[in-house]
T-cell receptor, first 113, second 112 residues
Framework: AQTVTQSQPEMSVQEAETVTLSCTYD???????LFWYKQPPSRQMILVIR??????QNATENRFSVNFQKAAKSFSLKISDSQLGDTAMYFC??????????FGTGTRLKVLA | EPEVTQTPSHQVTQMGQEVILRCVPI?????FYWYRQILGQKVEFLVS????????KSEIFDDQFSVERPDGSNFTLKIRSTKLEDSAMYFC??????????FGQGTRLTVV
C-alpha cells in the first residue's frame, strides 16, 4: 500500500524568504503522480504543483518548485519569496493510475511579516 | 475557468438523520471521487465512481454511505443515518481520463 509522510507538522518563514516543505512516499509502482495542495482557512483544496514520475525535470510554477528524487522517494516543495498569502496548510499527495489520492498529514505553514 | 461545485457549503443535521451532499462535476469529466477530512486530520479517500458504478471504496465507506449520479449530471453522496463522527469536510473531485482531479470547495457537515 502506498503511504505519504510529511514529517514537519508546522513551519514558519519570514516574508520574502524561502522555505522548503518535506514529503516522502512509499510505493512499488513505477508510474505515478505527485502533488502539493494548499488548504487555506476556508479549507478549499487548491492545487499548487504536480509532478509526473516519468519526468526527470522538476516541476515549477512561478514561486513554487519541487525537488523530486525518485530513487529516494522524496518530493519536497520550495516556496521562494514567501508571501503572507502563502500561510496555509500544505498537503503532499500521491496518485497512481487510478488517480485515487493518498494524502500526507499536512504541514501548517505560517508566513511572518 | 470550469470548476467543481458542491452544495451545500455547510450542512447541520441531527444525529440519525439522512443527508445528501451534492456535486456538479466539470462537464466533460467522467471519473468522480468523494474524500473526507475530519477537522485537524488528513484528507481520506472514500469512494471512486466511473461509468455509473463504484470503482473502488475505502474501509470508511460502509453500508451507511452510498453514491449515485441520479440525473447524469449531479454526483451525490448519501449518508443514511448520520453519527457524530461523520462530522467532517467532504470533498468531491472529478477528472477526465489521464488528468489530475479537480476538487470542489467542500461541504462542511456538522452532526449534532
Amino acid at each position: 500500500a502506498q503511504t505519504v509522510t510529511q514529517s514537519q507538522p508546522e513551519m514558519s518563514v519570514q516574508e520574502a524568504e524561502t522555505v522548503t516543505l518535506s514529503c516522502t512516499y512509499d510505493t512499488s509502482e513505477n508510474n505515478y503522480y505527485l502533488f502539493w495542495y494548499k488548504q487555506p482557512p476556508s479549507r478549499q483544496m487548491i492545487l499548487v504543483i504536480r509532478q509526473e514520475a516519468y519526468k526527470q525535470q522538476n516541476a515549477t510554477e512561478n514561486r513554487f518548485s519541487v525537488n523530486f528524487q525518485k530513487a529516494a522517494k522524496s518530493f519536497s516543495l520550495k516556496i521562494s519569496d514567501s508571501q503572507l498569502g502563502d500561510t496555509a496548510m500544505y498537503f503532499c499527495a500521491f496518485a497512481s493510475g487510478t488517480y485515487k489520492y493518498i494524502f500526507g498529514t499536512g504541514t501548517r505553514l505560517k508566513v511572518l511579516a | 475557468e470550469p470548476e467543481v461545485t458542491q452544495t451545500p457549503s455547510h450542512q447541520v443535521t441531527q444525529m440519525g438523520q439522512e443527508v445528501i451532499l451534492r456535486c456538479v462535476p466539470i462537464s466533460n469529466h467522467l471519473y468522480f471521487y468523494w474524500y473526507r477530512q475530519i477537522l485537524g486530520q488528513k484528507v481520506e479517500f472514500l469512494v471512486s465512481f466511473y461509468n455509473n458504478e463504484i470503482s473502488e471504496k475505502s474501509e470508511i465507506f460502509d453500508d451507511q454511505f452510498s453514491v449515485e449520479r441520479p440525473d447524469g449530471s449531479n454526483f451525490t453522496l448519501k449518508i443514511r443515518s448520520t453519527k457524530l463522527e461523520d462530522s467532517a469536510m467532504y470533498f468531491c473531485a472529478t477528472r477526465q481520463a489521464n488528468t489530475e482531479a479537480f476538487f470542489g470547495q467542500g461541504t462542511r457537515l456538522t452532526v449534532v
